[in-house]
Nanobody, 118 residues
């Protein structure tokens, strides 16, 4: 059974930094992508950052140049380094793993709260 477990959320001040970690069970076919999404109250879940099997990356527009996604393949973990945090970054952050073999299927963590005070 696939397990996706986030850690590292908390409270930060505007301009501060936080790092999120996510442990993802190994997939027998490998993951097409692993990434981070977030959801603030009253809004839809949105992409923050994702990293693909070929190590290419994609970022949501509002976090580009401030957040960095990375991966440690040996530990089956991904990370999100969040810099220059803003109050609008406040949300529940979810870790996601996507496979397309043998069919498309997504796995989600339970979410971790990030709160940025002004």
């Amino acid at each position: 059974q696939v397990q996706v477990v986030e850690s590292g959320g908390g409270l930060a001040q505007t301009g501060g930094s936080l790092t999120l970690s996510c442990s993802i069970s190994r997939s027998p076919y490998g993951w097409y992508s692993e990434g981070w999404y977030r959801q603030a109250p009253g809004t839809q879940r949105e992409l923050v950052a994702e990293i693909f099997s070929d190590d290419s990356q994609n970022y949501g527009g509002s976090v580009k140049d401030r957040f960095v996604i990375s991966r440690d393949r040996a530990k089956n973990m991904i990370f999100l380094q969040m810099n220059n945090l803003k109050p609008e970054d406040t949300a529940v952050y979810y870790c996601n793993a996507l496979t397309t073999i043998p069919s498309r299927r997504e796995y989600w963590g339970q979410g971790t709260q990030v709160t940025v005070s002004s």
